[in-house]
């Protein structure tokens, strides 16, 4: 069977997705491609390398096209997940190459990629078939763009480069959040193989959750809320928190949020090219990892959403019907919420009205992803049917990574697909994600 591909339009994502690679690693001063802003990742040029080396790897691994370079396809196949910074400094690299050589790995990579697209016409393989290996390569990218972006959000303001296009921090209060009860009735996880044009394995297959009865905040929690739990004594407390929350913020030394900082007594916002008085941003929505989550809701005498629970909220109306976006039919776009690399911060909740689901919840997409209590795990039907990456998916089923739902303001508009799902450690700060509380009934 013949099977034809848009190669032009595979080309052209894949230029876009390298455009911007480039502006990401341009914000980077020349000094510090070596530095580690979170420990728990390997240094900036390991990036520069791992996206074409990962994208080399696949794309040839389906067309067998051979190595480009065999020393950096392997050194910089894949990235690092470990759970503690003593399990990181085991497993890192003590020595790296040239930047120079790095950037000309990169290079051919590229060139011989594009020249590879048009291989992937005609063939019968699934793999193939509208593209999908290149896919797999353009939204890794792009999800790569974001996890950039979290470790720049660490490192010191003097060494990033502030682009021209990038706006003011937006202030404000936030909109006031009101109680929604979503009835019971049916969510509905991923799709099903046939129904999109390309999506990662635990996409599929498509499955039916009964949701139970529950009542939900119409947005998430702000920084105004979650500094009622700080200056509350909520962190220096272990009835809060979960025994193996509680040793690990005591090992961090942790006491606030990460990118709270407190400059002789007066609370500050670390932006990404700026410090605000914490007061200015307090209806950004807070950024904590889900044990801190956790341990509020708790303080708070709530609980955290399930995925189905956040999935029924966002896409299904209450007379049953399933709609594509929490806000119907319409493209994502702007009006619709804080993502796709509109900005790079927050900005305060209840800004895109437009946003809001059948129910009138808001922010289920965009401004960070969110929290839910469902573990990462194998759901039935799942196979992993990338060949060439197996462990995409699976490698995390370990009960220590969980579901994070919709998406934030670094997330490409293409990840915003109702099917698309994604994971964290429950202990791991550093990601763009927020949360919003529910109570049963």
């Keep these: 069977m013949t099977i ?83 399990a990181a400094e085991q497993v890192a690299i003590r020595e790296w190459p040239p930047l120079d050589d790095v950037l000309a790995y990169r290079d051919e990579a590229r060139d011989r990629l594009l020249k590879s697209v048009d291989q992937l016409d005609g063939r019968d393989d699934p793999l193939a078939k509208n593209g999908r290996i290149a896919r797999v390569v353009i939204e890794h990218e792009l999800m790569h763009h974001e996890t950039l972006m979290y470790m720049f959000q ?4 003097k060494l990033k480069r502030r682009p021209t296009n990038a706006p003011e921090l937006a202030v404000g209060t936030g909109a006031k959040p009101e109680r929604v009860t979503v009835e019971r009735g049916k969510a509905v996880i991923g799709a099903d193989f046939d129904d999109i044009a390309f999506g990662w394995d635990n996409e599929f297959p498509k499955s039916s959750h009964e949701v139970e009865t529950f009542t939900v905040e119409s947005l998430p929690v702000t920084i105004t809320s979650f500094r009622e739990f700080v200056e509350g004594g909520g962190y220096r407390d272990p009835q809060w928190w979960r025994l193996e929350d509680w040793a690990w913020r005591t090992k961090l030394g942790l006491t606030q949020p990460i990118d709270w900082e407190n400059h002789e007594g007066e609370w500050q916002y670390r932006g990404m ?4 008085p914490l007061d200015s941003v307090g209806g950004y929505p807070v950024q904590v990892s889900l044990a801190e989550a956790r341990a509020y809701c708790k303080w708070k ?49 209840g800004s895109f009205p437009e946003g809001a689901s059948a129910w009138g919840i808001d922010e289920l997409v965009g401004n960070g992803w969110e929290w839910t209590t469902t573990i990462w795990e194998q759901r039935p039907g799942f196979h992993p049917y990338i060949r060439t990456y197996p462990g995409y998916s699976a490698d995390f089923f370990d009960n220590n990574h969980y579901v994070i739902f919709g998406a934030a303001w670094p997330t490409d508009i293409a990840l915003t697909r109702r099917s698309f799902r994604n ?7 550093y990601v763009f994600a927020t949360f919003r509380c529910v109570t049963n009934g």
């Design 4 to 86: 034809t591909i848009d190669l032009d339009g595979l080309k052209s994502d894949l230029k876009a997705a390298w455009k911007r690679s480039d502006a990401v690693f341009d914000l980077l001063d020349e000094t510090a491609w070596h530095l580690k802003p979170i420990d728990l990742r390997h240094p900036f040029l390991f990036y520069l390398g791992h996206l074409p080396a990962f994208a080399w790897n696949q794309v040839s691994g389906v067309l067998g096209n051979g190595s480009l370079h065999p020393t950096y396809d392997e050194l910089f196949e894949r990235g690092i997940d470990p759970k503690d910074n003593q």
């Design 154 to 157: 660490r490192l010191d303001h």
């Design 273 to 276: 090219f700026e410090v605000a």
């Design 301 to 349: 005498g709530v609980r955290l959403p399930t995925e189905p629970e956040l999935n029924r909220a966002a896409y299904v109306e209450p007379g049953g019907g399933i709609r594509p976006y929490p806000w119907g039919d319409a493209k994502p776009n702007g009006e619709h919420g804080n993502f796709g690399w509109r900005q790079y911060a927050p900005v305060p909740v």
């Design 423 to 429: 994971w964290f450690q429950s202990q791991y700060p």
